[in-house]
């Protein structure tokens, strides 16, 4: 079945928690303030298209296209980017919150967070090298046998990385930061 093609759109205030998007391939279209909550993106195409305020909450993303895809200020909680179709994808995320999603074995080199809420996020066996988490809230986030070289956390804070289960060669962190690398050796470190 061959998807229509949809370009240079603007969906502006929808809600497709109800009224499924229709299935295609859209490139340059801009969703802003859209609710994709609890709904259906699987099998679509998204190409050089930016989500702005909408809320994309437990969204079903099986198989689809992210590529060149900015998220502004959205809701994306519980979303499993891993399932995602990895043959093509590059996507960014500014202000986002995106709490509880799962990016677990994916391959992230030169990923960009700038500004989010990643509590509880799942980066296990991810391979995150030179990603940068530019002021990003880390608390409870999951890294376990994930690449972490290069990467940068120096604005990053509330992280828990254990530098024997992870590889963290030549990745950057702050003075302030360094308590969430030396968190299971129960010390304290004073100013």
């Known amino acids: 079945m061959i998807k229509p093609f949809i370009a240079d759109k603007t969906f502006k205030g929808q809600d497709f928690s109800k009224n499924r998007l229709q299935t ?12 994709f909550a609890d709904g259906y993106l699987d099998n679509q195409n998204f190409t050089e298209c930016e989500f702005i305020e909408c809320n ?6 099986v198989e689809t296209v992210f590529n060149d895809v900015l998220f502004t200020q959205c809701k994306i909680l519980g979303v499993k980017f891993n399932q995602c179709n990895k043959f093509i994808m590059s996507f960014s995320f500014s202000d986002c919150i995106m709490n509880f999603s799962s990016f677990y074995t ?9 500004h989010c ?18 002021s990003c809230d880390l608390g409870k986030a999951v890294f376990n046998n994930t690449i ?3 990467a940068d956390f120096s604005t990053a804070y509330n992280y828990r990385i254990d530098p024997e289960q992870n590889k963290i060669k030549k990745a950057r ?3 302030e930061g ?14």
Request: glycine share 4%; proline share 2%; net charge negative.
């Open 24 to 35: 295609g391939e859209y490139e340059n279209c801009i969703f802003s303030n859209c609710n």
């Open 56 to 61: 994309l909450s437990n969204t079903n993303v």
């Open 106 to 114: 994916m391959k992230l080199p030169k990923f960009r967070f700038d």
């Open 117 to 134: 809420k990643l509590i509880d996020v799942d980066f296990t066996e991810a391979d995150l090298t030179q990603a940068i988490f530019q």
């Open 148 to 150: 972490l070289e290069k």
């Open 173 to 175: 962190f702050s003075k």
């Open 178 to 191: 360094l308590e969430g690398l030396l968190f299971k050796y129960d010390i304290q470190i004073d100013d």
